[in-house]
Structures are given as structure tokens and as C-alpha cells.
């Protein structure tokens, strides 16, 4: 899928065949990469859950996407999901379910995972 | 899809973000993925299609989905997130209607699964307010210029869904063969319903 959000062509047309059959049997990913459906899932889940209002979240991804299209007026380099990311994110760290510097603090751990590490592996700091 | 620099993976975001989470007992996997596969293989637009079939071929229907398309879906079943205030939109040889999710991405789960890329897209939600006759154009409907389009603008406190016309020549077609023939595009505007 090469979709770019450029403005000025219709290049989002690419997946438009619109077929009324179940999402996946028409050939339409509905997520494009496994962190995205991830993404969904949790949002989801935590709505679900009750953790989460759902009228915070879309205010909350109102302004994300905004605020993308403002730093990118050409639309290049558009991802629905990361700005469903983004939102959640803050979303969460507002509501102190997880505060930003948890969050931070496990992105570290994670990143500094040598190549391979098994990503269920649970380990801390000591 | 890695075609763009981003200062961080996202998919170690969401993993950091969901194990935090699921340490704290606020969300499980399982129910996360139970999610994603519900709107990965089970709600989509054939449900919409349903609905429009129905409303072809029952005029007491189409009355009730028209006055208020919230009851007359979930008579058919249809309901969940996203689908709490559905306006159902008919289009008729001199008005044609089309959706948009200006801000962001409203869209009704129930009917119509989840948005595809195209609606989701800057140049889509911004585009078709501008130059609704041209987009459709380059969806490959091409209307009469004596056709009015009004292009609704979805949001948390209403939904809307598109009731497409009925093709000529279906007069003999059962309901279920009806509802072969409704694509998703139809039913957000961007297409009409036409014979194979």
C-alpha cells in the first residue's frame, strides 16, 4: 500500500473498490501493519473497560490529527494510526492510568532491547 | 510500513503502552484481540448492505430508517460503538448525498465496519467539502451537473449512512440479491449502485 496524503492528487483512490463483503475477503486490509490493529485493540479494550470516555478519545485524536496536518501541509508521510497512537497516549497519561514518565521509562527498557530479544520477555530494573 | 522516519517505532509505543496496561489489570490481550478480530472478519459493510436491501423492498422500513435510523438498524441487529446516532440519508435522481469526518474519523461501525483508508486521509476530508463534484469524478462517478450533492460531515453526535437508489431493472431481485449488489462506496456516497 503506498498511500500518500498528498493534497493535490487523489492517490487515496488506491483502495477504494468498495466491495459490501466482509472487511479482508474484498482484498482491503483493514490494518496495514500489526501495531496498528494493536493500537485499535487497546484503545477498544480501555473504552471497554471503562477506563476510558470515548468522546475524550475522538476530542483527544481531533487535535493529534490537527496538529499533524498542520506540521505537514503536503500530507506526506500520513498515518491514521500513528495519530491514533499519539492520542491514546495522551489520553492516557492525562488521565494518569499510566503517567508519561512510566511510559517513557518502559520505551527506554524497551528499546534498549538487544535485536531478537523475546518481546514478551517482562523484565525491570532493579 | 516503515517509509517514513519517525522518531519512534510505533510499534514499540503500543507495546510499551499495552504492557504497562496490562500489568495494572486495566486491559487483557485477549479482549484486545477479540476486538480486532471482530472488525477484522465479522462487522463490514455487508450489514449496511442488509439495511439498504431492506429499505428497497419495505417501504414501512424505509419510513422507519429515515425517521430514525438508530432503532430501524438495530431491528436488524446492527449495534455496538460508533452506531449510536445513525441519520440514514436517501438520495434521489436530484439530490446526492456524500459523507465526510472532517476532524477526524467518525464513521458507523455497526453498518459499515471500519472506514477505509481513503476516508481517513487529509486530502479526502478536506477535498470533498471544497470540490465535492470533482472528487466523486475521480471515484468514478460522474454526476449531471443539474444533480445537487450535499456533503454531511459526520461526528460524535450523529452518524450518517447513505441510502443509495434502487438500480432500474432490479424489480425482480430478491432482498438478498439486493444486498449483493450495495458496495461500502455507495453507502458513504462516493459510488452509486449499479448493475454487474
Not at chain 1, 492517490?11 to 482491503?28: K, T, V
Not at chain 1, 470515548?54 to 493529534?64: N, T, V
Not at chain 2, 485477549?30 to 419495505?58: I, L, R
Not at chain 2, 439530490?95 to 477526524?104: I, K, N, Q
Request: glycine residues 8%; hydrophobic residues 40%.
Amino acid at each position: 500500500m503506498t498511500l500518500s496524503g498528498g493534497h493535490a492528487d487523489a492517490s487515496y483512490l488506491l483502495d477504494s473498490a468498495g466491495s459490501a463483503a466482509p472487511p479482508r475477503d474484498n482484498g482491503e486490509l483493514v490494518f496495514a501493519a500489526p501495531w496498528e490493529s494493536q493500537a485499535f485493540g487497546v484503545a477498544l479494550a480501555l473504552h471497554d473497560a471503562g477506563c476510558i470516555d470515548w468522546e475524550d478519545f475522538r476530542q483527544a485524536l481531533i487535535r493529534e490529527i490537527g496538529e499533524w496536518e498542520a506540521a505537514h501541509p503536503s500530507g506526506e508521510g500520513w498515518n491514521y494510526y500513528e495519530c491514533w497512537l499519539g492520542s491514546l497516549e495522551r489520553l492516557v497519561s492525562g488521565t494518569g492510568l499510566v503517567t508519561a514518565d512510566d511510559l517513557q521509562a518502559r520505551l527506554d527498557l524497551l528499546a534498549a532491547r538487544p535485536a531478537g530479544h523475546d518481546h514478551g520477555h517482562d523484565h525491570r530494573h532493579g | 510500513m516503515t517509509s517514513a522516519p519517525e522518531p519512534l517505532d510505533p510499534a514499540l509505543r503500543v507495546e510499551a503502552l499495552a504492557s504497562l496496561l496490562t500489568e495494572r489489570g486495566l486491559i487483557d490481550q485477549t479482549t484486545v484481540e477479540t476486538f480486532v478480530k471482530t472488525y477484522e472478519h465479522s462487522v463490514g459493510p455487508m450489514n449496511g448492505a442488509k439495511v439498504v436491501a431492506k429499505a428497497w423492498t419495505d417501504p414501512e422500513y424505509r419510513a422507519r430508517l429515515l425517521a430514525d435510523g438508530t432503532a430501524a438498524i438495530a431491528e436488524l441487529g446492527f449495534k455496538g460503538p460508533q452506531g449510536e446516532h445513525m441519520v440514514v440519508l436517501e438520495n434521489t435522481p436530484a439530490l446526492h448525498h456524500v459523507v465526510v469526518c472532517t476532524l477526524c474519523s467518525c464513521y458507523p461501525w455497526p453498518v459499515l465496519g471500519l472506514p477505509p483508508s481513503w476516508y481517513k486521509d487529509p486530502a479526502y476530508r478536506s477535498r470533498v467539502v471544497r470540490e465535492p463534484r470533482k472528487v466523486l469524478r475521480e471515484f468514478g462517478l460522474d454526476l449531471d451537473d443539474g444533480v445537487e450533492i450535499q456533503v454531511h460531515d459526520s461526528s460524535s453526535e450523529v452518524r450518517y449512512m447513505v441510502l443509495p437508489e434502487r438500480p432500474v431493472g432490479t424489480e425482480r431481485y430478491s432482498e438478498a440479491e439486493l444486498a449483493d449488489l450495495v458496495t461500502r462506496d455507495a453507502m458513504v456516497g462516493v459510488a452509486q449502485v449499479a448493475l454487474p
